[in-house]
């Protein structure tokens, strides 16, 4: 099973600031890694597939980038709407497997 | 609109059994695949179950292979999940979540539904 480790837990920022999440893959998944967005009592929302390709209707401010087993979300300028939990998948290998999230709280 | 909707979640002893749906509506629903994805009470994500679009392909994660049952109707553009032998582990919020890749390989997971609950507990 490939694990996923997200780092920081907790990321402690202001509104405006860039915010930069990390996912790391325990073997390489190439490019196969998507990144979802989820609120308090929402589901959770795709921003990211494939590492580095925005879904339909997510702000230029998301931003992905990383392969092999090194990966980055990066949000240019946190929006209040923003600050959620964000969590990695993999598509490489089944079983698919999420990180355990990063929080992205106001500072 | 996309739109999938679960039901099917409630209160259930352990050792029992409930069967959870999702509604799919706004999209071709025969062409994808579709998955079934649980949350517990303030925890991560954790993928359950996967079919493909003829159900010629299912799979399970570890932790419910021989309890849970996956299936489709696809003239009624329904996803379902039948759950077995229930322990209290399995409580948590179950979201079905269609899936997409591009054209190749497993899929990533987009739109999700709102979730039911599942609440085990004598």
């Known amino acids: 099973e490939i694990v996923l480790t997200q780092s920081p837990a907790t990321l402690s920022l202001s509104p405006g600031e860039r915010a930069t999440l990390s996912c790391r893959a325990s073997?390489?998944?190439?490019?196969?890694l998507a990144w979802y967005q989820q609120k308090p009592g929402q589901a959770p929302r795709l921003l990211i597939y494939?590492?580095?390709n925005r879904a339909t209707g997510i702000p230029a401010r998301f931003s992905g980038s990383g392969s092999g087993t090194d990966f980055t979300l990066t949000i240019s300028s946190l929006e209040p709407e923003d600050f959620a939990v964000y969590y990695c998948?993999?598509?490489?290998?089944?079983?698919?497997?999420f990180g355990g999230g990063t929080k992205v709280e106001i500072k | 609109e996309v739109q999938l909707v679960e039901s099917g979640g409630g209160l259930v002893q352990p050792g029992g059994s409930l069967r959870l749906s999702c509604a799919a509506s706004?999209?071709?629903?025969?062409?994808?695949?579709m998955n079934w994805v649980r949350q517990a009470p303030g925890k991560g994500l954790e993928w359950v179950s996967y079919?493909?679009?003829?159900?010629?392909?299912?799979y399970y994660a570890d932790s419910v292979k021989g309890r849970f049952t996956i299936s489709r109707d696809n003239a009624k553009n329904s996803l379902y999940l039948q759950m077995n032998s229930l322990r209290d582990e399995d409580a948590a919020v179950y979201y079905c979540?269609?899936?997409?890749?591009?054209?190749?390989?497993?899929?990533?997971?987009?739109?999700w539904g709102q979730g039911t609950l599942v609440t085990v507990s004598s």
């Open positions: 979540a269609r899936g997409s890749n591009g054209g190749s390989g497993w899929p990533w997971f987009d739109p």
């Open positions: 706004g999209f071709t629903f025969n062409i994808y695949s």
């Open positions: 079919i493909s679009t003829s159900s010629s392909s299912i």
């Open positions: 073997q390489s998944i190439t490019t196969y």
């Open positions: 494939d590492a580095s």
């Open positions: 998948q993999q598509r490489n290998n089944r079983p698919f497997t």
